[in-house]
C-alpha cells in the first residue's frame, strides 16, 4: 500500500467525521435557537435579565456550531498546489472563532449584569417560565452528553467543547431556577449577581478554549499513548531493535504525518529495509490512522562484541546527567576508529553547551576515535 493509497483512505475517513460534526452541530443550533427564543420571552415578560443572559448564552452557543459547519466545509477542500497536505488546519482557526465569540459573549453579560446592581428591577416569574428553565436544564443534559460523545467518536475539539459547555449551561441554568426561587420566596433580588456568575462562567469557557485551540495551531506535544502504541506496533517487527525520533506533524483533526528512525543490523539490505519500511507504514496507518511518511535507519553493529562495552561506558557518562534523556544510534568502527551515536536532551540545556561537556568527556576515553555526536529535542516521550 504506497503513501497515495494511505492519503485516499484517509480522506475517506475525513468525510465520515465531517458528516458526524455537520449533523450533531445542526441538532445543537436548532435546540440553542428554540432555548434562546424560549429563556428570552419568559426573561422579557418576567423582566428578569437572568433569564436574558442566560438565553443570549444559547444564541452564543448556535453562533459557535454555525462557524464549527463553515470551518468544517472550509477545512475539506482538496489539497491544493499552494496547500498540498490539505486545508485542515482551517478547522483551528475556526475554533478560535467561536471561543473568541463565547468570551465576547461573557465581558459584556458581564457588563450588563453589573449595571443591574446598580440600576436594579424587580423581576416578576410565572410558572411558566419557570417551566422553561427547568425543559432548558434537562435539555442541555442530554445534549451535552450526545455531542460530548460524538465528539470523542470523531476526535473533534469543536464538539467536545460544545458538549462541555452544554454542561455548564445547564449549570447556569439551574443556577437561573434557583435564583428565580429566591426572588419567589424571599425579598432578596439575586438577578444581578446571577448574572455575574453567568457572566464569569461564559467568559472562562471562552478563555479555556482560546487557549486548547491556540495550542493546536501552534503545534504540541503528541498524545504520549499514541506516540507509546506506534513505537510499540514498530518494534514487534523481529528486525527492530528501536525506534526512535518520532515527530508527528499535524495538519487538521485526524489528519497527522509521522517520521521515525528505526535502529536495524548492519546486515540488512536495502531491499529487506525496503520491504519492512512498506509494512510498518501500512500497519501503522491501520491501528492508528496516522500516515507514515518518512523512515529513517540507524545502524546496529551485529560484528564486534566489544562494541557492548563502549556503548556501556558512554551509557554510564549520559547517566551522569539529569538533560541526558535518552542515547541511540549508537555505531562503533574499530577499524576507521570512528563513533557516533544521538542523545536526546531536555529543554532545560541549550545544546551547544550539553555537545560541549559530552563531546570532552566521551573524548577522555575514547581519545583515538573521531567522535560525532548528534543533539536530539526531546518532542515525545
Known amino acids: 500500500m504506497n503513501e497515495n493509497t494511505l492519503i485516499s483512505e484517509s480522506g475517506s475517513r475525513k468525510q465520515n467525521r ?3 460534526i455537520i449533523r450533531t452541530s445542526i441538532l445543537g443550533i436548532t435546540a440553542n435557537l428554540i432555548l434562546a427564543a424560549l429563556k428570552c420571552t419568559a426573561g422579557l415578560f418576567a423582566n428578569s435579565i437572568a433569564f436574558i443572559l442566560d438565553g443570549i448564552n444559547n444564541v452564543s452557543d448556535s453562533l459557535s456550531s454555525l462557524v464549527t459547519i463553515i470551518g468544517i466545509h472550509l477545512a475539506s477542500k482538496q489539497p491544493d498546489k499552494e496547500h498540498p497536505l490539505g486545508h485542515g488546519r482551517i478547522e483551528y482557526l475556526s475554533a478560535l472563532i467561536v471561543a473568541v465569540l463565547v468570551l465576547y459573549a461573557g465581558i459584556t453579560s458581564l457588563i450588563e449584569s453589573a449595571k443591574k446592581i446598580f440600576n436594579p428591577s424587580e423581576a416578576s416569574y410565572t410558572k411558566l417560565s419557570l417551566a422553561v428553565i427547568i425543559t432548558a436544564i434537562f435539555v442541555k443534559l442530554l445534549m451535552g452528553t450526545y455531542v460530548k460523545k460524538q465528539g470523542k467518536k470523531v476526535n473533534s475539539t469543536a464538539l467536545t467543547a460544545s458538549g462541555t459547555d452544554a454542561f455548564f449551561d445547564a449549570v447556569l441554568s439551574l443556577s437561573v431556577l434557583i435564583c428565580a426561587l ?3 420566596f424571599t425579598d432578596f433580588s439575586a438577578e444581578p449577581w446571577t448574572g455575574i456568575l453567568i457572566s464569569i462562567f461564559i467568559s472562562n469557557s471562552g ?3 482560546i487557549r486548547e485551540t491556540v495550542n493546536d495551531i501552534l503545534g504540541k506535544r503528541a498524545d504520549k499513548e499514541t506516540t507509546i502504541k506506534i513505537k510499540k506496533l514498530l518494534t514487534q517487527e523481529p528486525q527492530v531493535k528501536g525506534a526512535y525520533d518520532l515527530v508527528i506533524h499535524n495538519y487538521g483533526p485526524d489528519k497527522n504525518f509521522a517520521s521515525v528512525h528505526l535502529e536495524l543490523p548492519d546486515t540488512m539490505t536495502v531491499a529487506e529495509v525496503d520491504v519492512l519500511t512498506r509494512h510498518a ?3 501503522i496507518f491501520k491501528e492508528t490512522g496516522i500516515i507514515l511518511t518518512g523512515v529513517g535507519v540507524y545502524s546496529h553493529n551485529t560484528k564486534d562484541e566489544k562494541i557492548t562495552e563502549m556503548q556501556n561506558k558512554i ?5 551522569n546527567h539529569n538533560w541526558a534523556l535518552q542515547m ?7 577499524v576507521a576508529k570512528t563513533l557516533r551515536f544521538d542523545v536526546v536532551l531536555s529543554f532545560e540545556i541549550k545544546p551547544a553547551a550539553a555537545l560541549e561537556i559530552l563531546m570532552d568527556e566521551v573524548q577522555q576515553i575514547f581519545p583515538d576515535y573521531e567522535i560525532s555526536i548528534t543533539p536530539d529535542v526531546d518532542i515525545s516521550d
Open 18 to 20: 465531517n458528516s458526524v
Open 328 to 334: 541511540h544510534g549508537f555505531y562503533a568502527d574499530n
Open 207 to 209: 478563555i479555556q478554549m
Open 182 to 184: 429566591i426572588s419567589i
Open 315 to 319: 551509557f554510564g557518562i549520559l547517566n
Open 281 to 283: 507504514e501500512e500497519k
